[in-house]
């Protein structure tokens, strides 16, 4: 951590709070547990969405195939769009009651993330002020002015830390107690609305199979009889010994081929798009903390089982002006907005993960803050030359780093 090699150059004394790291790691493990539980809740979603797809195409098979003079004709086309209703009702009370919670829940994390980070470098700072303080009052040659001065800064530095320090030092046990409620109330959502979705659409397959009794009834001397059909690989005829297949398989036994692969994409229908929350961001993934990759849908997970391959709409994150997950030609050799190189003179451990991990001599390339008022005095913005030279990828690279450990070479 950056105070401790502050520290060790003789600038700072360590200030530690066990109870807050201890906040921090529960506050992290709450992150990652909601981003995984977001991420699965958006592929069952996808997968919903498959199985309707799925279920309409086979009702429109037995719409077509009905014939208009058979009984029960308007009775099993009514049952197909009520079958088609239930399924997009239950999708939407999904996204509602359970997808829109999700991120709700979720859209606390960044912003308190974003201050735990200030808060260390606050104690920097703090830590910084109060070591300087103490050597001007130890001095053997004392200057009331510069003392004077010095403790003005100590108790600037000391305030906003404290500041912040109280607000998380409330903030964040209330919300790791939170988690509980919320599992609760989100999985008996989605159990609630699964269980109602099945009892609802075993009414209607119960109509459905009374519709289709009636037909057999006034068609009973034309019942349709499965017969098994001898594969390839049977024996003949008369050979009343055959030897056993490599398998172990009874010989004997009819081969029945039944094709349960999902059928390609571009055979599917095109309307098969998965709705978006309206804190959903556009790549269609993670909140936090957090993510999947541009472009990337949780349906993806869902066709690799049986379900029937479906069309699913994508999303992409713009980023700069550029689509992510497209390629780019003509990167420029420097990162947008660079304005100077710096190098650093002393080692840097990075306490959060919007900061730089530096190694003396690591040159930086310094660029702005998205915003400006995020910037702390002191501290610069951003991104190694090596990893910009190999990466070219701001968004992955770049972070924040104490301007007193670098000098500036360019």
């Known amino acids: 951590m950056m105070r401790k090699v502050l520290q060790k150059l003789g600038k700072a004394d360590e200030t530690k709070d066990e109870q807050f790291e201890q906040c921090v790691q529960n506050f992290n493990k709450q992150l990652t547990e909601g981003t995984r539980l977001q991420k699965d809740l958006r592929t069952y979603l996808a997968s919903v969405k498959a199985m309707h797809e799925a279920s309409k195409k086979l009702s429109e098979c037995l719409q077509e195939v009905y014939e208009p003079e058979w009984p029960g004709r308007d009775e099993a086309n009514k049952i197909a769009e009520n079958n088609d209703l239930l399924w997009m009702d239950y999708h939407q009370k999904l996204v509602d009651q359970a997808l829109l919670t999700m991120d709700t829940y979720l859209g606390q994390f960044p912003d308190i993330k974003s201050r735990i980070a200030k808060r260390g470098r606050k104690l920097v700072d703090y830590d910084s002020a109060r070591h300087h303080y103490e050597s001007l009052q130890t001095a053997k040659k004392k200057d009331e002015a510069k003392i004077a001065k010095a403790e003005e800064e100590l108790i600037k530095a000391q305030k906003v830390f404290e500041e912040m320090n109280v607000d998380l030092q409330e903030e964040l046990p209330s919300l790791w107690n939170s988690r509980v409620g919320f599992y609760v109330n989100t999985f008996q959502s989605i159990a609630g609305l699964e269980e109602n979705f099945h009892k609802e659409m075993s009414k209607l397959n119960q109509n459905l199979n009374d519709v289709l009794v009636s037909l057999e009834k006034q068609h009973g001397s034309n ?188």
């Open 223 to 410: 019942t349709f009889t499965v017969k098994a059909q001898p594969s390839d690989s049977a024996p003949e005829k008369g050979n009343k010994s055959p030897s056993p297949p490599p398998d172990g398989s009874p010989a004997a036994t009819p081969e029945i081929r039944v094709n349960h692969e999902p059928e390609p994409a571009s055979g599917a229908s095109p309307g098969a798009t998965i709705p978006k929350s309206p804190s959903q961001p556009a790549e269609a993934s993670e909140v936090v903390g957090g993510t999947q990759e541009p472009g990337e849908t949780a349906a993806s997970e869902a066709t690799s089982s049986s379900l029937p391959a479906v069309v699913v709409e994508t999303f992409s994150a713009t980023v700069n002006g550029a689509v992510e997950g497209s390629t780019t030609t003509g990167r420029l050799d420097l990162p947008p907005g660079f304005m100077f190189k710096v190098q650093a003179q002393h080692d840097y451990t990075a306490t959060d993960t919007d900061e730089l991990q530096l190694k003396a001599g690591d040159v930086v390339l310094v660029i702005p803050f998205q915003n400006p008022e995020e910037q702390d005095e002191g501290w610069l913005m951003g991104v190694k030359e090596s990893d910009w030279n190999q990466h070219k990828e701001l968004e992955k690279c770049r972070g924040v780093f104490p301007e007193n450990f670098t000098e500036r070479v360019q």
